[in-house]
């Protein structure tokens, strides 16, 4: 019998009790940083070392942290179901708890590529700095793996063909306000569960029932409930 497929959508909520902090939170990155200038091609073409010191800091957090209960429930629905997890999350935590189909829209943290968007090099660099200096193969230099504002996405095509064929369909820990990708979820088409878990109060998307708490917390119990069906 064919699996379910289950689309598991993620944002930076899902780390958070991993002690990767959201960039937009009370106490986010955004209150300590001008988006122009680390997270913008025009940032990266006025101070590259800025940009580079900035994601440097941002692997060292990541290096730090460990998959969370949520993390690690989701990458155990595989055992039942046919699971893709579709993140905005540049973390590799997703990775670590063991999920094996993973989407970065957003691109990783733990990679860099050359600076021109034509037929780039990609190299993981795991948890080292990057500084300028470092060049591709094509003596280019290197920048990070990570959209910034004003780019495109990667996998959209792939992403939305997934949400439309999807038979359940779990968001966690994302407000929805990042586009395009937060636009993927218009594309459930055919899915009879929709979930939405996270803390903050919000009136969820059409057809999707909020659940309201911590990812660590509510991630799990759904989980177990989708696997002794
Ligand atoms: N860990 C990461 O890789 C990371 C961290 C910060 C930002 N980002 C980037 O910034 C963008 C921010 O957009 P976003 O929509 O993902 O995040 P966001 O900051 O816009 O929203 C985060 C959401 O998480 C919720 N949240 C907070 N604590 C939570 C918890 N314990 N459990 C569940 N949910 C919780 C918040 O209520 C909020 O709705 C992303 O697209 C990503 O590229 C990535």
């Given at each position: 019998?064919?699996?379910?497929?289950?689309?598991?959508?993620?944002?930076?909520?899902?780390?958070?009790?991993?002690?990767?902090?959201?960039?937009?939170?009370?106490?986010?990155?955004?209150?300590?940083?001008?988006?122009?200038?680390?997270?913008?091609?025009?940032?990266?073409?006025?101070?590259?070392?800025?940009?580079?010191?900035?994601?440097?800091?941002?692997?060292?957090?990541?290096?730090?942290?460990?998959?969370?209960?949520?993390?690690?429930?989701?990458?155990?629905?595989?055992?039942?179901?046919?699971?893709?997890?579709?993140?905005?999350?540049?973390?590799?935590?997703?990775?670590?708890a063991?999920?094996?189909?993973?989407?970065?829209?957003h691109?990783?943290?733990?990679?860099v590529?050359s600076d021109?968007?034509?037929?780039?090099?990609?190299?993981?660099?795991?948890?080292?700095?990057v500084?300028?200096?470092?060049?591709?193969?094509?003596?280019?230099?290197?920048?990070?793996?990570?959209?910034?504002f004003?780019?495109?996405p990667?996998f959209?095509?792939?992403?939305?063909?997934?949400?439309?064929?999807?038979?359940?369909?779990?968001?966690?820990?994302?407000?929805l306000?990042?586009?395009?990708?937060?636009?993927?979820?218009?594309?459930?088409?055919?899915?009879?569960?929709?979930y939405?878990?996270?803390?903050?109060?919000?009136?969820?998307?059409?057809?999707?029932?909020?659940?309201?708490?911590?990812?660590?917390?509510?991630?799990?119990?759904?989980?177990?409930?989708?696997?002794?069906?």
């Open positions: 019998m064919n699996k379910q497929k289950i689309v598991v959508f993620t944002g930076a909520g899902i780390s958070v009790e991993s002690g990767i902090e959201t960039y937009r939170g009370d106490t986010g990155l955004w209150h300590q940083h001008d988006i122009r200038d680390v997270c913008h091609p025009e940032g990266w073409h006025k101070d590259p070392q800025k940009v580079l010191e900035f994601y440097n800091q941002r692997r060292k957090e990541v290096a730090k942290a460990s998959p969370n209960a949520a993390h690690l429930a989701i990458a155990q629905l595989e055992s039942q179901y046919d699971v893709t997890v579709i993140t905005q999350n540049v973390d590799d935590l997703h990775e670590r063991g999920s094996s189909k993973i989407l970065h829209l691109g990783e943290v733990t990679k590529r021109l968007p034509s037929d780039y090099h990609l190299y993981d660099i795991g948890y080292d700095a500084n300028i200096g470092q060049r591709c193969e094509s003596g280019l230099q290197l920048r990070p793996h990570i959209v910034w004003a780019e495109e990667f959209m095509e792939e992403s939305i063909q997934l949400f439309a064929e999807a038979d359940k369909i779990l968001v966690v820990g994302t407000s306000q990042v586009q395009p990708a937060a636009s993927l979820i218009l594309f459930a088409h055919s899915a009879q569960d929709r939405i878990i996270d803390p903050s109060p919000m009136t969820p998307p059409k057809k999707f029932d909020h659940l309201r708490g911590n990812a660590s917390d509510i991630v799990p119990r759904l989980v177990n409930s989708w696997l002794s069906l």
